[in-house]
């Protein structure tokens, strides 16, 4: 379970972080959250899809890692096996939290909040130091309390996200409102015969977006969003290492 | 021009309830009303004449209609206070104590369409004392648990367990008002008809109104409610009444508040067995529709009322009790002429079964589908919708009967009298006989034109403790590897369903919010 809590200077002086176990978080995670800005860095190796919020049903997009819950096929040998890191991943153990006012209303201000159950979180205050205290590890705050670098480029990567928010929320609603949203339907057999099909994921559909109007084509390039849909529609390619690679861990 | 070559190019439907909506928007859908070259549709609805919007439980086959349409059930379900309904959960039908219920769900049995379960449930060796619903449907397991039939990840009209709605008839009426005056081109007159206008062939030209003239047209659809204004006034067509089978003939109906607001939305209709009729007890997103239809024969008005301020508890006392009298059968026929009756117009039997809009559904289906371009061909159009409709008042009319003549309630003569073999009808009785001996299959229900599957009669038969003797015919139950699976699928889908679906509430309050996905 996480406990998140918001990073107090005072409260969390001494707390840092070994960057060598950020990646657990993703150890059996078989999608993971992505943001359009880094869509160039996924599609080396993962489909990139669209799957629905659980809370919500909103269209969200994500990597594709495996082929059933709990099976992320680039964590092998206790490591992170891919070129690229997703930024939910990179982002971890930092949180973005709304602000509450004292009267418990959101201000619309957001503060940075931190897991406190991340296994990459070393707290030398208490008793439980991690037996390899010679990783590299990064503290949150300097000695005078002032905000460490590592820190300031965990924030980085949380403003990125958080813009990232922004730019998926225009992608989808540009594709929603053309219709080119299309459930994507896989059957995968596996070289020891078994066989899944792949629910619940979506992609961008092809005729609808070829048979699109000059005028509606003008608007999705103005948007900028052309790379970001074709960008998806090339990741689907990627399906078929992830099968090759399951095979592999099947022949293991 | 001969009467016979005058093509249609305009119905006009007299009546704006939600038969006359549905009719219209039917037809205007897929005749392409808004377009110029589309048929004309003209809906005309008396200013001076309440709707009566009783029903407000539907079938599964609504969400086609909504489809058909093309109305998002989002918009459906936030404007029309709608919920989902899993099917009807029928309290104290067969014995009248507290233990006593069945369900009917909307789902069939587990592998309805590979082998008859119902035979091996008859004769399992488990002592279990489960229903036979419980045993062979996953669906009396999400309802008992209060739980959606879907969740925010399904997108519209898509199901994870069959589903129908609960629905606000008012604000449905509406609904449909807007989108067929504003999306699919219906001209909306509201005014009063004072005078029917006929050519030498009795059909109908034209109906006179007080502020609009006269409004013609080549097919009128009557859906003016229990007044029958064409169909019956006009026409003269006789009304057959079915009292000597359904006894039900008043209504005495509440709106009852939630406690708050989190209160639980019931995901299927529940229908309790009174001293002289049944309690129907539908939940919508904001407050509950409960009413007690009985035989006033059998009870008076004030017993009537003790009854409904029982079950309806302490906040009865500050309720606005509307009383509605039914008189349930139909017209001899529905199609008379150029006119054709949808909805109260055509007939009206108590709601224990819903069948109230899905009758209507269907005449504007086939009416649309099946719309004359000519007059030629109307007749022939016209003895084919009698024939198919007043096979299916009949079926309907079974069926309801059916949850009578099973009942073993002693308590009152309302009961018993319902069992007297001069009550029930010729075809239920046949029926009946066949099922002695085995469970009732589709061969027994052959029509293209049934309401009821043959899943909907094992339910309700099974349910009620009805025993089929499959003692002479042994060979029949030589699969019982097929039926174990079967139940043991069954418990699997209940265990699964329990996990992955939100609670009935939960999920109308997410819609709301966040509204599903077309896809």
Redesign the interface.
């Given at each position: 379970m996480e406990n998140l809590v918001a990073i107090d200077n005072k409260i969390h002086k001494n707390i840092s972080i070994n960057p060598a176990k950020v990646a657990l978080h993703g150890e059996k995670l078989n999608l993971i959250p992505a943001v359009v800005s880094e869509f160039m860095h996924l599609t080396v190796q993962h489909p990139i899809v669209f799957t629905?919020?659980?809370?919500?049903?909103?269209?969200v997009c994500s990597a594709l890692l495996g082929f059933e819950v709990g099976e992320n096929l680039f964590w092998q040998n206790g490591q992170w096996q891919a070129v690229y890191l997703p930024l939910q991943i990179q982002r971890q153990p930092f949180f973005i939290g709304d602000a509450v006012d004292d009267d418990s209303t959101k201000s619309g201000d957001y503060v940075v909040c931190i897991d406190l159950n991340s296994p990459a979180i070393n707290d030398s205050a208490s008793t439980n130091i991690p037996e390899n205290t010679s990783s590299e590890v990064h503290a949150l705050f300097t000695e005078t309390g002032e905000e460490s670098e590592y820190f300031h480029e965990a924030k980085q990567c949380l403003a990125q996200l958080l813009q990232g928010k922004v730019d998926n929320q225009r992608l989808i609603g540009a594709l929603k409102k053309l219709n080119l949203?299309?459930?994507l339907s896989l059957e995968v057999t596996f070289i020891n015969e078994t066989s899944t099909r792949l629910n619940?994921l979506?992609t961008i559909n092809q005729d609808k977006l070829a048979a699109l109007t000059n005028e509606e084509i003008a608007e999705l390039h103005q948007q900028q969003l052309l790379p970001a849909i074709y960008t998806m529609i090339t990741s689907l390619g990627q399906i078929y290492p992830l099968i090759e690679r399951k095979n592999a861990r099947l022949n293991g | 021009m001969s009467f016979n070559s005058m093509p249609t190019k305009t119905v006009v439907v007299v009546g704006g309830g939600i038969a006359g909506w549905l009719t219209a928007g039917r037809i205007a859908a897929q005749h392409r009303t808004k377009t110029k070259a589309g048929l004309k549709v003209v809906l005309v609805e008396s200013a001076s004449i309440p709707v009566v919007g009783v029903g407000e439980g539907t079938w599964p086959t609504m969400r086609n209609t909504l489809i058909a349409l093309g109305i998002s059930e989002t918009e459906f379900i936030r404007t029309c206070d709608a919920s989902f309904k899993q099917g009807a959960k029928f309290a104290k039908w067969v014995d009248g104590t507290e233990q006593d219920f069945y369900y009917h769900p909307l789902v069939l049995p587990q592998g309805f369409s590979q082998g008859d379960l119902a035979a091996y449930w008859l004769n399992r060796s488990a002592k279990d004392n489960n229903s036979f619903s419980q045993d062979v449907c996953f669906q009396e397991a999400i309802c008992e648990q209060g739980l959606a039939p879907k969740?925010?990840?399904?997108p519209e009209f898509s199901a994870i367990a069959n589903y129908a709605y609960h629905l606000d008839a008012g604000k449905f009426t509406k609904l449909l008002q807007k989108h067929c005056t504003e999306q699919l081109g219906v001209e909306h007159i509201i005014d009063d008809v004072i005078a029917v206008n006929t050519l030498e062939n009795e059909d109908i030209a034209s109906v006179t109104t007080n502020n609009h003239g006269d409004i013609s047209g080549q097919l009128f659809v009557d859906c003016s409610g229990f007044s029958s204004l064409l169909l019956g006034k006009h026409y003269q067509v006789p009304f057959k009444s079915c009292a000597d089978v359904l006894f039900i003939d008043t209504a005495l109906s509440v709106q009852l508040p939630y406690e708050d607001k989190n209160s639980p939305i019931a995901s299927q209709t529940i229908s309790t067995g009174q001293e002289a009729g049944w309690i129907w007890d539908i939940g919508l997103q904001h407050r509950r529709g409960v009413g007690y239809v009985y035989s006033s024969k059998y009870s008076s008005e004030q017993q009537a009322r003790a009854v409904l301020a029982k079950y309806v508890g302490e906040p009865f006392n500050g309720l606005t009790v509307k009383k509605i009298p039914i008189v349930s059968g139909h017209r001899e026929k529905f199609w008379q002429n150029n006119c054709v009756a949808v909805g109260l117009s055509a007939g009206f039997l108590e709601p224990l079964e819903a069948s109230s809009l899905v009758l209507i559904e269907l005449s504007a289906q086939m009416i649309s589908e099946q719309l004359p371009a000519t007059r030629e061909v109307m007749d022939i159009t016209a003895k084919r919708f009698n024939e198919t409709f007043l096979y299916r008042w009949q079926k309907v009319i079974d069926f309801l009967k059916l949850h009578y003549i099973l009942s073993k309630r002693c308590d009152t003569d309302f009961w018993t009298d319902n069992r007297a073999p001069h009550t029930i009808p010729d075809s239920l009785q046949e029926l009946m006989q066949l099922w002695k001996y085995r469970s009732p299959a589709d061969y027994d229900f052959t029509s293209n034109n049934e309401v009821f599957p043959a899943a909907s009669y094992q339910y309700v038969l099974y349910g009620m403790g009805f025993k089929s003797d499959y003692s002479l015919s042994p060979q029949l139950l030589n699969d019982w590897r097929f039926a174990d699976q079967q139940f043991a699928k069954n418990s699997q889908m209940v265990q699964q369903a329990n996990k992955s679906l939100p609670t009935n509430r939960e999920l109308l309050n997410?819609i709301c919010?966040?509204?599903?996905?077309t896809?």
């Open positions: 629905k919020h659980g809370e919500t049903g909103e269209f949203i299309q459930a619940g979506y | 969740t925010i990840r399904t997410k919010q966040y509204g599903l996905s896809i």
